[in-house]
């Protein structure tokens, strides 16, 4: 094979990002959008429902469920450094304990939306507030579903032993969907629970 | 000291099979992952859209030809133009870009597929589904209430008009489903081309040295995320709406119909750009190969078209001066409107200084960016006349509007698609389009085009009101509407002659070589078509316009570049 030598600057070595990490960052980037529409509703309809229950009348701060579920956050990071580090079993602890703080999250929820229907009977038919509410909610908590799943499997394929350190960069990739995951609930924490009410 | 392989070594390849079983080849087809067929199989069923649109385009010409004319009922005329519009812009413009984009990105920066082959098949299945639901509605829609058909709430569906009480049945269902996977899709495919261009170039393909396509559709993606998305949610809300009694859009419990309006059209004006970009791309690619140049000011148009990206989302709500936002909120939007004809006025410069001293050469391809050229002028123009406020409460849902907006997607856009049509195709079948052929779809399209288009805005100022479905004679509409039907059939026949020639040069066109214009860029490097892995070896790039430092190794354009 001949070849044109051509003169130029002494080049750097050709680096180009993880495929995986950027297309992650496009498909939180879409997600983001959705979300901030939801967000936008919710906000646009505070205190505009014509009729009752009103949010400062049934809901409740969810502190266990977002400490559990800001943690989570905590301990999929370690599991990605642990990976990283070839520590597999600190790496399959710290995957268990995010499946198990995400689904301690989910299990408030759940908890919450029986009280609101059970108790309180507020349902998303019943005024804006539950519309924009069940709807926001909902779709974090859907969310939260999908990540659990995939961290589920990950979880899984680690007790089998076959997580390996090549994979780190694909855990890294599912870390940073779940911490947007984190991050959307914080929002929603914020608008729904402290400037909702 | 970087060696760049020379042109036989990229592209040394085996000669492609032939005379595979049908079944086989179907086969082949339905489960490839290459992105070359992945594009192509996106234009084909673009196509076949584009067609079934311009015949709803007729039909509504047809009953608009003369007064009073009850060719079709106000029910079907109301499915009509929402079926074209919805047709048009999902199903036509977005598929036909997103093919070009699959086949020519990676092409352009020397990668051999797309950074997520699969997804890439997925976003294209889930697209070609959504097109299928929305013309199933015609057989399926009727549901319980045996109301209904095709969706006849315009092609954007506003509240509360799409609620269960004013459209029963599944028609606005079909609308809403459709459009939601052709979104999904749509995010699918933008994703794999941002990836693919950040993560896929060959070596020595920075940034910088990008093709200017490349960039175009790079800042397009982007822009589907932040633009399309909304779209997605606030049909998830609509379909909240419709199914579980949810009351986002509905203004008997203190819903709001505008609401809906800015979540339309914080997707509908930004998607605009989405389809304009590209056709920014193919005459980026094209003009300066046909003036025998470099394009004039590179980065001034990434500059610009970044610019174009960002100030596109801040204009939306420049569709609903008329609906009452107060004077502040319609200053901003004048504004914000009127300030991204600065950037595309940097463009149309650019272009401009591009052919300026060139050696000109009117091939087919050339002709459709030079009418390009001047009909995005006056889009444009039109465009600022009705950003201003005042001027927009006089001709606001008039025809005037409708000829302004056409102006873009047939005029600049589809002029464009054509141009990239007739430059590209022998790439992709390795035979020329008919040159003859070629003019007579040129000019009997620029006739009909200029027949429909610039006569309509005359009704419009008049006072006729878009998407009625007749009118009374005596109104002096007539003449108009007839001048406006007969440039439509212009149009048909020009169209017509275009599909001929598809079919008719793969099987007689002249054999295209590799690279029968002369170009400049990394696609025209392999064989023509390219095999299923693009280059033989990785090539690698020292500037703007590898090719021509491959042909003129005495004076590469690497000693200009910064």
Redesign the interface.
């Known amino acids: ?8 600057p002494i ?1 750097t070595p ?1 680096k ?4 995986g990490t ?2 992650m960052a ?2 939180i ?3 983001a ?6 967000v936008v ?1 919710y906000i ?2 505070i205190g ?3 009729s009752g229950p009103t949010p400062a009348q049934v809901l409740e701060l969810p502190i266990f469920g977002t400490i559990c579920l800001l943690s989570s956050s905590i301990t999929v990071h370690f599991a990605v450094s642990a990976l990283r580090k070839e520590n597999l079993r600190n790496c399959t602890i710290n995957l268990a304990a995010t499946v198990l703080l995400g689904s301690i999250f989910l299990l408030t929820t759940a908890r919450e939306w029986y009280h609101l229907i059970h108790d309180e009977g507020l349902t ?2 019943t ?2 507030f539950g ?2 509410y ?2 926001l909610v909902g ?1 974090h908590a859907t969310h939260v579903v999908v990540g659990l799943i995939m961290l589920s499997i990950a979880f899984a394929l680690s007790l089998e032993g076959l997580v390996k350190e090549e994979h780190a960069e694909k855990l890294e990739v599912l870390s940073l969907y779940w911490h947007f995951v984190d991050a959307v609930w914080v929002v929603v924490f914020l608008v729904v629970y402290v400037l909702g009410k | ?6 042109m036989e ?1 990229i592209d040394e390849t085996l000669e492609p099979q032939r005379g595979q079983p049908p079944l086989s080849v179907i086969y082949e087809w339905v489960t490839t992952v290459d992105h070359k067929k992945i594009g192509l199989m996106y234009i084909a069923y673009a196509l076949i859209f584009l067609l079934i649109g311009g015949i709803e385009a007729m039909l509504i010409r047809i009953q608009l030809w003369i007064p009073n004319n009850h060719f079709v009922s106000p029910q079907v005329f109301n499915q009509l133009f929402t079926m074209h519009g919805t047709t048009m812009v999902f199903f036509v413009g977005m598929p036909i870009l997103f093919g070009f984009g699959n086949y020519l990105v990676p092409l352009m920066i020397g990668a051999r597929d797309m ?2 082959p699969r997804l890439n098949a997925f976003s294209f299945w889930i697209s070609a589904f959504a097109g299928l639901l929305l013309y199933f509605s015609y057989f399926g829609a009727s549901g319980l209430y045996a109301a209904g058909s095709a969706p006849d709430v315009g092609w954007f569906a506003y509240a509360p008009l799409t609620a269960k009480v004013f459209s029963p049945g599944h028609s606005t269902d079909y609308w809403t489903l459709a459009v939601f996977l052709s979104g999904v899709g749509s ?1 699918g495919t ?3 081309i ?2 693919t261009t ?4 060959c ?2 393909m920075t940034m910088n040295r990008m093709p200017l396509l490349v960039w175009l559709y790079l800042v397009m ?2 822009l ?3 633009a ?3 779209l ?3 049909q ?2 609509l379909t ?1 709406d419709r199914y ?5 859009f509905d203004t008997q ?4 119909a505008v ?1 809906w309006m800015h ?1 339309f059209w ?1 997707f509908g004006h930004p998607e605009v750009y989405v389809l304009v970009l590209p056709a920014f791309a193919f005459v980026n690619e094209i003009v300066p190969v046909f003036s025998r140049k470099a394009i004039f000011g590179y980065p001034a148009m990434v500059a610009a078209s970044v610019g174009i990206g960002f100030i596109s989302l801040s204009v939306w709500a420049h569709h609903m001066f008329t609906v009452g936002m107060g004077a502040a909120g319609n200053t901003f939007f004048v504004f914000a409107t009127m300030v991204i004809s600065v950037p595309t006025g940097i463009k149309i410069f650019n272009w401009l200084a591009t052919i300026w001293g060139g050696k000109v050469i009117f091939a087919v391809p050339m002709m459709f960016c030079v009418a390009f050229l001047f009909q995005f002028l006056i889009a444009g123009l039109t465009g600022i006349m009705l950003s201003a406020a005042p001027f927009d409460w006089q001709l606001s849902a008039s025809y005037f509007v409708v000829a302004h907006f056409h102006y873009v997607l047939v005029g600049s856009i589809l002029f464009a698609i054509f141009a990239a049509f007739y430059y590209w195709y022998p790439k992709v079948t390795g035979r020329m389009m008919s040159d003859t052929l070629g003019k007579w779809h040129f000019w009997l399209f620029l006739i009909g085009f200029h027949l429909t288009f610039d006569f309509m805005h005359v009704p419009g100022m008049l006072g006729m009101p878009r998407r009625i479905y007749t009118y009374e004679a005596g109104r002096g509409w007539e003449m108009w509407n007839l001048i406006v039907g007969i440039g439509a059939i212009f149009q048909a026949i020009g169209l017509l002659c275009f599909v001929y020639n598809l079919f008719w040069s793969y099987f007689q066109g002249k054999e295209a070589g590799h690279d029968p214009w002369d170009a400049w860029t990394l696609e025209w490097a392999t064989p023509s078509p390219p095999p299923a892995y693009n280059f033989a ?1 990785e090539p690698t790039v ?1 500037s703007r316009r590898p090719l021509w ?2 042909k003129h ?1 005495e004076d ?1 354009d ?1 000693d200009y570049e910064g």
């Open positions: 094979m001949s070849t044109i030598p051509i003169e130029g080049e050709w180009l990002p993880h495929r950027v297309g496009c498909l980037l879409a997600e959008a959705i979300f901030i529409i939801f509703a646009f309809y505009k429902s014509l998303i038919q005024n804006l519309t924009t069940y709807s779709l | 000291m970087t060696p760049t392989p020379v070594a950074a997520f995010i933008a994703l794999n941002v990836t950040l993560c896929m170039r070596k020595g993606s982007c589907v995320f932040v399309v998305s909304p997605t949610a606030a998830i809300m909240l579980v009694g949810a009351h986002f419990a203190g819903g709001s609401l979540f914080i070896i020292n430092d491959l190794p590469p690497s």
